[in-house]
């Protein structure tokens, strides 16, 4: 047998979508109709897909970036419990480094930031601090120049590394850079390298410093405070890894129970620590618009289907003279596939700005949103889902319209009412629509109700007309506490006496803040324990006024005052709950504690001061927090709080000036009234909220579009039998109900269908939700109605104006 050359094949396929193009040139509306759907299905497809590849699917951009772990603690459970992994000490670190042998290199580091001076106005930018071998563990090579050197984790030679990106827009991108110095913290830095912005962790990063550990840190275990990055060695393992770094812990504990007793050591890769929080939120997004994709595919179909049966005598006519059924499916397939690709082009155009605007709104609230793009894997992803969707929408109607026999279509001449059995095949269509609407409708009321559940938390505090501000002091400026504690004094001093100002503080992490320090306390009158076995409670520091300024009751007790700052004895400030947790049934006034880091100084409860959703609104048990004031333990970085008469917007720009006549070399970020700040707190489920509703809006429109067309076709079909019906006597209501039950009927199979799907995925909402369940009832049956209404509306259209026919037109026409 000789198969056909390349070039007839060729000139056979170029003939074929000739055809095809004619044909769809003569039925303009549906062409334009049916790009229109598949457009708004492919777009929204290639924008979330762009979205997930980026974030979740796209190795990091390292050398095997599969072997790139981090290392974190596992915290002791009776402590900490439902923490799953806790920052690392130094001394830990350094054992980890010198006993195991699983790792071909590892890095310990934490980030920051340091203050910029020389190059216009001050700025604080992010740092990282990190040893030596941090850029061997990503595998990456400098730019130009070189990174750190192993001596640099000893000895502060004051030298850093550059992010390409600041090098470029700061420094012109010149070579002369390197051996040149800038100013971080007041004082001078050489630049020795030049880091590729393509191999950037953290993302975010301007400037690298070697991390040098002092004597003390070294043999510090209890003060957790770093992350750990490694390598796996080739052929090692995670389970491996994890084996040796549990028996590495085990040692550890054993040897140094004070400290490490019920302390673990985690191997996650590097990958699945940036994004495992966000991967149930983006896979959900993902299989929304695949949904909305699937719609538009039924009514496609049924588009093509109505489309296909109207030439169906010419179809017949044309297998009576020998075409097979191949011949017969092909040209019906190749014009959905090129209506397909038209709007798969289209879909790229509107998926370009919807990648934008996402980008812009995740920016600082997603891992990896700079490598979401449209790149050549998204273009064939959106080629193959062109395709793929072109041939599913034909496919099934021509293959229904195949299979009739052309016989008893001849004989009908083209008049039947049956279409040959095809209202089956449009129900089925319709109520598949109906059934994948409800199911994403379902999701966005939950998260939705979910979102407002969250908005309703009381947050323990009043943020209205408060204005935040950041200020991070130098180090090796502020090197003493006395120097500390009288910047932010002569600032709040200042801040104070503003117009308009009604009352100011600060807190050095803001409530509504996930993390934040946490410690373990001695508390006076019970048995002393290890500090591994001593309870842990949020510790913040705070200036007098913070409860005056924020509005938390003090429930009893006093304030913080200028006399603390004298006192032999520490004073703090406890929550309702820590409170109630350690000294049961009795006052917390006078009782005495001490902070396990910080021993020097025992401390006295001077008040008690009502519980602070101080870990984010979605933290539902409340936290044990302990209130120390700044005088006597000074910060380098702490919020200003600014309790305003009116906007306290309008006092930004004198805030700013009050603590830059202070220091005019101090800058101040993140300035934004508390409402803003927790807008912010809001904004990654508020983004699933918005997301999944346009999709369920965008499902609604289409069921409804489905059904009105299915309807409407319908009517069309049967006119002759509508125009019967009214010459022997049924009235409008008779022929609106008639037309109504048979519409509704695949729509009703479609809402129940889908109220079974929808429980499956409120399964899978189960961790987007906050105090809503999996299976919320009134949800469920409130979208239910409101999706069995939009229906009944797309049935009652087209059936008053089939209850309108003229029976005589009807008749003759027919």
Same mark, same amino acid.
């Given at each position: ?328 499916? %092909? #040209?019906?397939?190749?014009? /959905? =596939? @090129?209506?397909? &690709?038209? $709007? ?6 509107? !998926? *370009? ?108 505090? %009043? #943020?209205?007309?408060?204005? /935040? =501000? @950041?200020?991070? &002091?130098? $180090? ?6 006395? !120097? *500390? ?121 001077? $008040? ?207």
């Amino acid at each position: 047998m000789r198969l056909p050359r390349r070039g007839t094949l060729m000139r056979a396929l170029v003939t074929a979508v000739r055809y095809a193009l004619r044909s769809l040139r003569k039925s303009p509306g549906f062409s334009v109709l049916t790009v229109a759907l598949l457009a708004l299905g492919i777009g929204a497809n290639t924008a979330i897909f762009s979205l997930v590849r980026g974030v979740l699917l796209k190795p990091l951009p390292f050398p095997e970036p599969d072997r790139i772990v981090s290392v974190p603690h596992t915290p002791p459970q009776d402590i900490f419990p439902g923490r799953a992994t806790f920052a690392v000490s130094p001394a830990n670190y350094l054992d980890w480094k010198a006993q195991n042998d699983v790792f071909s290199h590892m890095s310990i580091w934490t980030d920051g930031s340091m203050i910029l001076t020389g190059t216009g106005e001050p700025a604080s930018v992010p740092v990282a601090y990190v040893s030596s071998e941090f850029f061997d563990v990503l595998g990456a090579r400098p730019l130009a120049g070189r990174f750190f050197l192993p001596r640099e984790d000893d000895e502060d030679k004051g030298v850093v590394v550059l992010s390409e990106g600041f090098w470029k827009s700061r420094l012109g991108g010149s070579p002369s850079a390197l051996g040149s110095t800038v100013n971080l913290n007041g004082r001078p830095f050489t630049i020795v390298g030049i880091a590729s912005a393509a191999e950037t962790f953290p993302e975010d990063t301007r400037f690298w410093v070697p991390l040098t550990l002092t004597p003390k840190d070294r043999v510090t275990r209890g003060i957790h405070d770093f992350g750990v990055l490694a390598r796996l060695k080739r052929g090692v393992t995670l389970a491996a890894a994890r084996a040796e770094m549990n028996a590495i812990s085990a040692r550890l504990a054993a040897t140094y129970p004070e400290d490490d007793k019920g302390w673990g050591a985690a191997v996650i890769p590097l990958h699945e620590e940036l994004v495992g929080e966000v991967r149930p939120a983006l896979l959900v997004l993902l299989g929304a618009v695949g949904f909305v994709l699937l719609i538009a595919c039924a009514n496609v179909a049924n588009l093509v289907l109505a489309r296909t049966l109207g030439r169906r005598k010419e179809i017949a006519v044309r297998v009576a003279l020998g075409a097979n059924r191949r011949a017969t499916i %092909e #040209p019906i397939v190749l014009e /959905t =596939a @090129l209506l397909a &690709l038209a $709007g798969g082009v289209l879909g790229l155009l509107g !998926a *370009r700005y919807g990648i934008r605007a996402m980008a812009g709104v995740l920016a600082d609230r997603m891992p990896r949103v700079s490598e979401i793009r449209l790149d050549g894997v998204v273009l064939a992803f959106t080629a193959a889902v062109s395709l793929a969707t072109g041939v599913l929408s034909g496919l099934l109607p021509a293959w229904r319209i195949a299979r009739a026999d052309p016989n008893e279509t001849l004989k009908q001449g083209g008049r039947s009412e049956s279409d040959a059995g095809s209202p089956a095949m449009r129900n089925a269509l319709v109520a598949a629509e109906v059934a994948l609407a409800l199911v994403l409708m379902t999701g966005a009321g939950l998260l939705l109700k979910s979102l407002g559940r969250l908005r309703a938390v009381e947050p323990g505090f %009043e #943020p209205r007309r408060v204005l /935040t =501000a @950041l200020v991070s &002091l130098p $180090g090796e400026k502020y090197t003493t506490p006395d !120097a *500390r504690r009288a910047f932010f004094e002569r600032v709040l001093e200042r801040v104070r006496a503003l117009p308009g100002v009604e009352s100011a503080s600060t807190i050095n992490t803001l409530p509504l803040t996930p993390g934040g320090s946490t410690q373990p306390v001695a508390i006076e009158g019970r048995p002393a324990a290890k500090m591994s076995e001593q309870p842990e409670v949020a510790v913040r520091v705070v200036s007098p006024e913070v409860w005056k300024t924020l509005r938390v009751p003090l429930k009893e007790g006093r304030d913080f005052g200028e006399a603390d700052r004298a006192r032999a004895t520490g004073a703090v400030i406890v929550s309702e709950t820590m409170a109630k947790r350690f000294w049961p049934g009795q006052s917390a006034i006078g009782k005495r504690l001490t902070l396990t880091f910080a021993p020097e100084l025992p401390r006295e409860v001077v $008040g008690v001061v009502a519980d602070v959703k101080l870990l984010g609104l979605s933290h539902r048990e409340p936290v044990a927090a302990l209130y120390v004031p700044n005088a006597q333990m000074p910060m380098h970085t702490h919020h200003l709080v600014v309790r305003t008469g009116s906007a306290p917007e309008s006092l930004s720009r004198a805030v700013v000036a009050a603590v830059r006549a202070v220091d005019p070399e101090q800058p101040v970020d993140d300035v934004q009234t508390y409402e803003d700040f927790l807008g912010g707190t809001l904004a990654a489920p508020r983004f699933q909220v918005r997301l999944l509703s346009a999709f369920a809006a965008l499902a609604l429109l289409l069921a409804a579009a489905g059904i009105y067309g299915v309807v409407a076709y319908g009517v069309r079909r049967r006119t002759r039998e509508i125009g019967i019906r009214v010459a022997l006597g049924a009235n409008a209501t008779a022929i609106v109900r008639l037309i109504v039950a048979q519409g509704m009927r695949p729509a009703l199979i479609g809402v129940a269908a889908g109220g079974a799907a929808s429980l499956a995925l409120a399964r899978a909402l189960s961790r987007l939700l906050f105090g809503v369940g999996a299976a919320d009832p009134p949800t469920l049956a409130a979208v239910s109605a409101l999706l069995a209404l939009v229906a009944l509306a797309a049935c009652v259209l087209p059936a008053l104006r089939a209850a309108r026919v003229d029976p005589t037109v009807a008749l003759t026409e027919g």
